[in-house]
């Protein structure tokens, strides 16, 4: 290969990767029309822009709690052809879909695949990517060092591998932890509801109820704007009746709206 056709390859990789920062900021942001008009401007051919796609319906999902932008996600990303690291992650986010869609055995199966190839490389990224797989798999041993080392080093992913890493320390009732994490992700999206709602759980894990039903009640104001009748705006509603005990909240939960989307809602608050 000569020099500078190397060169050039360099190069051309240091743009396809400011680009997918600049998606991935805007997903973040909850500034989803923006992240795909940055999508629009990357090259069709790059390995990159179909799980970006997913990326931003997902999050928007996770958010705003359309199933079909689940729906559209999924579509993305099972119509896409990927390299280098964008293919193990692309098959871990399937694998996210499907086990929210319900799909277990199809999410287990891309989950395995994902961390197959996740195990074979050194990068960063997918160390902390394998160690969110070992956690959950009664078959590998996770290192969550790695998982942190994610977390505070990742250029592009460091929200994402920080909220798994809450969601793990929950699990292991390491309550401040995972509340020390989810501030520092505050400190860089202040506003980010999605964000605040985790926040909240964690306050009334650590008893601090009345800092817990403050946010979620703010978080119920802000979804009733935002997306009403949304997976959000309801989980805000079923948590303020689990912490406030109060028949205002408790009554909405028998509503025909609630009804309809009750089998969306986490487990814990169904």
């Known amino acids: 290969m000569r020099v500078e056709s190397y060169f050039f390859l360099i190069l051309l ?9 600049n998606v991935l900021e805007y997903a973040y942001r909850a500034e989803y029309n923006k992240a795909f008009d940055e999508i629009a401007k990357i090259p069709k051919d790059d390995p990159s822009v179909c799980v ?12 705003l709690g359309d199933t079909l932008d689940l729906d559209s996600a ?11 690291f964008w293919e193990p992650f692309r098959r871990f986010k399937i694998a996210l ?13 891309e989950a395995r695949g994902a961390a197959q190839i996740f195990a074979k490389r050194a990068d960063i990224d997918s160390k902390a990517f394998y160690a969110i797989y070992a956690y ?37 009732k390491k309550y401040a932890e995972a509340l ?7 400190k860089r999206y202040p506003e980010h509801p999605v964000i605040l709602q985790i926040k909240a759980d964690m306050l009334f894990k650590l008893g601090k109820v009345e800092e817990a039903v403050a946010i979620y009640k703010q978080s119920e104001q802000i ?31 028998q509503s025909k709206e609630y009804k309809r989307i009750k089998r969306w809602m986490p487990k814990d608050l169904r």
């Not at 879909?97 to 199966?109: A, F, L």
């Not at 997976?231 to 939960?253: G, H, P, Q, S």
């Open 13 to 21: 990789a240091g743009v396809q990767a400011f680009a997918a920062e």
């Open 97 to 109: 879909v499907n086990d929210i869609k319900g799909n277990t055995i199809k999410s287990i199966g």
């Open 52 to 63: 970006l796609k997913g990326i931003v319906h997902f999050s928007r999902f996770d958010d």
């Open 223 to 253: 979804y009733a704007k935002r997306a009403p009748n949304s997976i959000r705006y309801w989980c805000a509603v079923a948590n303020l009746a689990k912490m406030t005990k109060n028949d205002f909240w408790r009554e909405k939960l």
């Open 136 to 172: 959950y798999s009664p078959f590998s041993k996770a290192n969550l060092e790695d998982l942190k080392t994610g977390f505070e080093h990742s250029k592009m992913f460091s929200p994402i591998l920080g909220t798994s890493f809450i969601w793990i320390l929950y699990e292991e």
């Open 180 to 186: 020390d994490i989810t501030n520092t992700l505050l």
């Open 74 to 84: 999924l579509l993305a990303l099972r119509n896409c052809k990927t390299n280098e």
